[in-house]
């Protein structure tokens, strides 16, 4: 029987995605693990694998097609034994492809019958219920293979995504109800969100320029999620903000001391720390010094994290992401700096993978380099803090008693005050501001 590949959920937040190229003509031979397609989601450019096997039939979506929505049929795979060339393109919706009629049978588009309203379509093994779970090519196929649902299993992996070895730990345990079963019970509704207050509509907008004094840039991807998860930050999270100095005079000698002692690696140093670098691990470990503030809100519950991941926002064409340092505590600053370089690399190429720019437990945020002083960041759920980081500069202070010069740089703390209120959120920045002015703690 012929196999639906569907538009796949990359992250378990996306919706839409844009199929940007096939990598697969109609006619090719397809393994499992094939790259077979690009898709762009508002963060990144990710390789789709093929999950089942058999004869590309039908490209049903385009290359270059806009916001595909997650489980629409974009292609159409023929089984073993099957004629290719007999398969049409499934019926709207996303019904099953049906063999094609003789071309002398064939009916004009406007008599064809439409598909009824019921009718599910022949899904590829990760989905069930009409729902698509979250989870690796192998562990798909595994799942497949041994007739699993993998909406049933818990994944392990990041973000909960499905791994091989929980699909085998199912096999084994029975805790995942076959596929055709858990198909047949309907899908609770999920309930309609509430709409975001919006400001005044385009047309409005426009009324009040000049005709032909402006130029129409239509949103991407990206700036449309930055816009929604912003809106929806500002309207939902109660922010509290919290502003300390701190002397980095310190901190410059040590990171000029590593940067000078790194051994060479390919006739290149094997690291070169920045301050946002150090900042990142002074962050990292004032959360683990106050772990109360390394939270997440949620209705019911408190989630209280075991791990400090720092996510660090890097600007790149048309918006921001925000790669994640795990576990950031417990890295050296050069493994730190070694990441955080191949990641804002490949987040600029937009090749980064979506567990590698979500979750985390906080993020840093630093327009220094442009000469900011301070500035309040908005935090991004579900993190319940992010640090606005200002630029390093020469200021006059008092030390006893007496007028000196030091280096200072502001910092502001931004927090979700349901999770983490003032006082907590004091004590954190006292902590931070610590480490950056005993920047030796970092390396013990």
Same mark, same amino acid.
Request: glycine share 8%; with cysteine.
């Given at each position: 029987?012929?196999?639906?590949?569907?538009?796949?959920?990359?992250? $378990?937040?996306?919706?839409?995605?844009?199929?940007?190229?096939?990598?697969?003509?109609?006619?090719?031979?397809?393994?499992?693990?094939?790259?077979?397609?690009?898709?762009?989601?508002?963060?990144?450019?990710?390789?789709?694998?093929?999950?089942?096997?058999?004869?590309?039939?039908?490209?049903?979506?385009?290359?270059?097609?806009?916001?595909?929505?997650?489980?629409?049929? #974009?292609?159409?795979?023929?089984?073993? +034994?099957?004629?290719?060339?007999?398969?049409?393109? $499934?019926?709207?919706?996303?019904?099953?492809?049906?063999?094609?009629?003789?071309?002398?049978?064939?009916?004009?588009?406007?008599?064809?019958? $439409?598909?009824?309203?019921?009718?599910?379509?022949?899904?590829?093994?990760?989905?069930?219920?009409?729902?698509?779970?979250?989870?690796?090519?192998?562990?798909?196929? #595994?799942?497949?293979?041994?007739?699993?649902?993998?909406?049933?299993?818990?994944?392990?992996?990041?973000?909960?995504?499905?791994?091989?070895?929980?699909?085998?730990?199912?096999?084994?345990? +029975?805790?995942?109800?076959?596929?055709?079963?858990?198909?047949?019970?309907?899908?609770?509704? &999920?309930?309609?969100?509430?709409?975001?207050?919006?400001?005044?509509?385009?047309?409005?907008?426009?009324?009040?320029?000049?005709?032909?004094?402006?130029?129409?840039?239509?949103?991407?991807?990206?700036?449309?999620? %930055?816009?929604?998860?912003?809106?929806?930050?500002?309207?939902?999270?109660?922010?509290?903000?919290?502003? @300390?100095?701190?002397?980095?005079?310190?901190?410059?000698?040590?990171?000029?001391?590593?940067?000078?002692?790194?051994?060479? &690696?390919?006739?290149?140093?094997?690291?070169?720390?920045?301050?946002?670098?150090?900042?990142?691990?002074?962050?990292?470990?004032?959360?683990?010094?106050?772990?109360?503030?390394?939270?997440?809100? *949620?209705?019911?519950?408190?989630?209280?994290?075991?791990?400090?991941?720092?996510?660090?926002?890097?600007? %790149?064409?048309?918006?921001? #992401?925000?790669?994640?340092?795990?576990?950031?505590?417990? &890295?050296?600053?050069?493994?730190?700096?070694?990441?955080?370089?191949?990641?804002?690399?490949?987040?600029?190429?937009?090749?980064?993978?979506?567990?590698?720019?979500?979750?985390?437990? *906080?993020?840093?945020?630093?327009?220094?380099?442009?000469?900011?002083?301070?500035?309040?960041? %908005?935090?991004?759920?579900?993190?319940?803090?992010?640090?606005? @980081?200002?630029?390093?500069?020469?200021?006059?202070?008092?030390? +006893?008693?007496?007028?000196?010069?030091?280096? @200072?740089?502001?910092?502001?703390?931004? *927090?979700?005050?349901?999770?983490?209120?003032?006082?907590?959120?004091?004590?954190?920045?006292?902590?931070?501001?610590?480490? %950056?002015?005993?920047?030796?703690?970092?390396?013990?």
């Amino acid at each position: 029987m012929p196999t639906n590949i569907l538009m796949p959920a990359l992250s $378990p937040t996306m919706e839409k995605g844009n199929l940007a190229k096939w990598l697969k003509k109609e006619g090719d031979t397809i393994k499992s693990g094939d790259i077979i397609a690009e898709i762009e989601t508002d963060k990144a450019t990710m390789e789709v694998e093929a999950v089942d096997e058999g004869v590309l039939a039908k490209i049903v979506v385009p290359e270059g097609t806009a916001d595909v929505a997650v489980n629409e049929v #974009i292609g159409v795979i023929a089984g073993e +034994g099957e004629d290719a060339k007999s398969i049409s393109a $499934p019926a709207a919706g996303g019904a099953a492809p049906a063999k094609a009629e003789a071309p002398k049978a064939e009916a004009p588009a406007a008599a064809a019958a $439409p598909a009824p309203a019921a009718a599910a379509p022949t899904a590829t093994p990760a989905s069930a219920g009409g729902s698509r779970a979250f989870a690796s090519p192998l562990a798909r196929r #595994i799942a497949k293979d041994a007739g699993l649902d993998l909406n049933a299993i818990k994944g392990s992996g990041p973000h909960g995504r499905i791994v091989e070895k929980d699909v085998e730990a199912a096999k084994k345990g +029975g805790g995942a109800k076959a596929a055709s079963a858990a198909a047949a019970a309907p899908s609770a509704p &999920k309930p309609a969100a509430a709409p975001l207050a919006s400001g005044p509509s385009d047309e409005q907008v426009k009324k009040l320029f000049e005709p032909g004094s402006y130029e129409e840039v239509p949103h991407d991807g990206m700036r449309k999620t %930055i816009a929604r998860r912003l809106t929806e930050a500002k309207q939902t999270v109660p922010h509290f903000y919290v502003t @300390v100095d701190c002397e980095l005079d310190a901190l410059l000698k040590l990171r000029g001391e590593l940067n000078a002692a790194a051994p060479e &690696k390919d006739g290149k140093p094997a690291y070169k720390l920045s301050v946002n670098d150090m900042v990142i691990k002074a962050l990292a470990l004032a959360l683990r010094a106050v772990p109360d503030a390394n939270v997440s809100w *949620t209705d019911n519950t408190m989630l209280k994290h075991k791990h400090a991941d720092v996510g660090v926002a890097v600007s %790149i064409p048309g918006g921001l #992401i925000t790669p994640i340092i795990r576990d950031a505590c417990h &890295k050296s600053l050069s493994q730190i700096s070694n990441e955080m370089k191949d990641m804002a690399a490949r987040a600029k190429a937009r090749k980064l993978k979506p567990e590698e720019y979500q979750g985390g437990t *906080t993020a840093v945020s630093n327009l220094g380099m442009f000469g900011v002083k301070d500035f309040a960041a %908005i935090v991004n759920p579900p993190h319940a803090t992010i640090l606005a @980081v200002g630029a390093g500069e020469q200021r006059v202070i008092v030390k +006893g008693g007496q007028p000196a010069v030091a280096t @200072v740089m502001s910092v502001t703390l931004s *927090t979700d005050h349901r999770a983490v209120d003032g006082a907590l959120g004091a004590e954190l920045l006292a902590a931070f501001k610590g480490y %950056i002015e005993k920047p030796m703690a970092m390396l013990v």
